[in-house]
């Protein structure tokens, strides 16, 4: 079985701070992870994706992800937020092959001029 | 270049009543998959379908059901509305691939009253 945790719903930050943005997971293979945006009334689109090729993910926006199989987390962040990253952002892990990917809860980034 | 099509984009119905909700892609993508969203829940899979003809069950499978009779259509129905179903529906669809991105519509938001 697979799961993704996301630690807290909303995340606050100032525009020019550090987004973090956690993410956890659990499986029992070696798994494929995902981070994906969601702008208001729109559906999902990828923001980065690790598969195994490299621990630092970098992914459009500015965003990047570091796998870290010791802690089980692939936590997303950007040196410097902007008002137009204020989305809801999902976590997504999924087996290799499977296809069939498991998404976390969410977490609504708010950003503050 | 359409990508993920879903209509209707709105829907209202009263309890008891039964629609149709249909997802077309126009990228031959073998792997389509049917989401509903709602606050504070993320994303559950109701059902997929890992090529034309096949269908399998998702986490939420209950009270919908589904059919692939065209590979680039994926149709899910609900026979009977309830009010515990009004939530915002996407499809999705993958190549499946080297574990690739799935490309989502934009959703039906449904209301049952």
Known sequence: ?113 | NAGVTQTPKFRVLKTGQSMTLLCAQDMNHEYMYWYRQDPGMGLRLIHYSVGEGTTAKGEVPDGYNVSRLKKQNFLLGLESAAPSQTSVYFCASTAALHNEKLFFGSGTQLSVL
């Open chain 1, 1 to 113: 079985a697979q799961s993704v945790t996301q630690l807290g719903s909303h995340v606050s930050v100032s525009e020019g701070a550090l987004v973090l943005l956690r993410c956890n997971y659990s499986s029992s293979v070696p798994p494929y992870l995902f981070w994906y945006v969601q702008y208001p009334n729109q559906g999902l689109q990828l923001l980065l994706k690790y598969t195994s090729a490299a621990t630092l993910v970098k992914g459009i926006n500015g965003f990047e992800a570091e796998f870290k199989k010791s802690e089980t987390s692939f936590h997303l962040t950007k040196p410097s937020a902007h008002m137009s990253d204020a989305a809801e952002y999902f976590c997504a892990v999924s087996k290799g092959g499977s296809y069939i990917p498991t998404f976390g809860r969410g977490t609504s980034l708010i950003v503050h001029p």
